[in-house]
């Protein structure tokens, strides 16, 4: 599987300039082909291809005194733009025939320079390289020092360089993954565990292990409403204004960075230790519609769960998501009798049948475990891994040969 390993760069000034003329044309570039297919789709006319739209506005476009600029760039950086407009309406068109799951996406949009985030991306026909120093070099760009956090296991097929809103640049590699590797890495284990996510404790395992919620964003929550206030009080286009802005945006990156290490630690635990694991598809956009919908979003049980379903799919453990109408609260894990809801604020309760007296969130793990299907595997029969869709789809590396090349 296809899998991205991100690490921080820091260009100096001049390397800023280039990356920023870069997020330019590329954007510029997008912007045209989405103008192109819009025209055609108001003249009634075919929508015009890739090979099209490349040489009208890559090729055509850098001889004319308005789009001279595009050629000081690379031009797989304006090529892969105009991939992504393609895999945007695909996408698009996708959603509206029901081929893609999930809830409608609209049609492409116009991207701005105001964007938080801004992106490109370099293939192996660009020849970038990772030079023997430890530098990323980036055509017309030059040689940029790179903070390596843990070796690729891997040469990378293509880098994409992300701009942030808090102003911080990342290098993003494409690797394919090798399975001998994961699976020496993570041997087999007769372990398995159902969890049971909530607010108060942020999993509660089958085996009665509770793991509190940090609650970044509540922690977070003074500093953060501190830089919102100064911000409202900075004059619009203002250089003091943007000073706010970044402050407010490395704030929030802040308490995303530490959410996502949180969610990787933890997955990568209950992956290391157990062959099977059962969770509960929750409904979070229904959830977030109610009071707790700060807190909701604060734990971010859907980050978790999909570092959950791409893991156990390259370490070849078996993920199961039970319904979110399985009555796992209402339900005595000893006896199997339905004892009917109960409010939030009861935490423990006694079974009407057999007297058992069940914390509320360890019993609703047991359960989830049980409706999975995992409860008998615990006495040590095997638990092999069962087709689990890759949720990671990496944007950009469709295409292109997926072999080891030198980097």
């Not at 903070?147 to 293509?158: E, N, Q």
């Not at 979003?297 to 993920?319: N, Q």
Request: net charge positive.
């Amino acid at each position: 599987m296809q899998l991205r390993y991100s690490f921080r760069l820091y260009p100096d000034t001049g390397q800023q300039t280039a990356l920023a003329k870069a997020f330019g044309c590329a954007r510029v570039v997008f912007n045209d082909a989405v103008r192109a297919r819009e025209d055609a789709r108001t003249a009634g006319g075919m929508f015009p291809t890739v090979g099209e739209l490349s040489t009208r506005l890559i090729t055509q476009a850098k001889r004319t005194a308005g789009r001279f600029w595009l050629g000081e760039v690379s031009a797989v950086v304006l090529q892969q733009s105009l991939r992504d407009a393609e895999s945007a309406y695909r996408n698009f068109f996708a959603s509206l025939n029901g081929a893609r799951k999930g809830p409608r996406i609209g049609p492409p949009r116009f991207k701005s320079r105001r964007d938080a985030r801004q992106s490109i991306r370099f293939t192996a026909n660009a020849r970038w390289k990772i030079t023997d120093g430890g530098r990323l070099h980036l055509p017309k760009i030059g040689v940029v020092k790179v903070k390596w956090s843990r070796t690729l296991p891997t040469t990378p097929t293509s880098v994409t360089v992300i701009k942030d809103a808090a102003g911080r640049y990342f290098a993003s590699f494409v690797i394919d993954t090798d399975p001998a590797a994961d699976t020496a890495r993570m041997p087999d284990t007769d372990r398995t565990i159902g969890i049971d996510l909530g607010l108060t404790h942020f999993a509660v395992l089958s085996d009665g292990t509770k793991i509190d919620s940090p609650r970044f964003l509540r922690r977070a929550e003074k500093k953060l409403k501190k830089a919102q206030r100064e911000l409202s009080r900075k004059q619009r286009g203002s250089k003091n204004r943007e000073k706010a802005r970044l402050k407010v945006a490395r704030a929030h990156a802040g308490v995303t960075d530490a959410r996502r290490e949180f969610h990787h630690q933890l997955s990568t635990k209950l992956i290391s230790e157990n062959q099977g694991i059962a969770v509960e598809d929750l409904s979070v956009a229904g959830l977030a519609r109610t009071r707790l919908a700060k807190s909701v979003y604060d734990a971010g049980w859907s980050s978790f769960i999909g570092m959950l379903e791409y893991k156990a799919e390259r370490y070849g453990r078996t993920l199961v998501k039970i319904g979110r109408f399985e009555p796992t609260s209402q339900t005595c894990s000893a006896c199997g009798v339905k004892d009917g809801p109960k409010p939030l604020n009861v935490r423990e309760w006694t079974c009407t049948a057999c007297g058992t007296v069940h914390d509320r969130d360890t019993n609703a793990a047991i359960n989830v475990k049980t409706a999975a299907g995992l409860a008998v595997s615990a006495c040590g029969a095997p638990v092999r891994p069962g087709a689990i869709p890759a949720r990671r789809e990496e944007t950009g590396s469709h295409g292109f040969p997926t072999g080891p090349r030198a980097a």
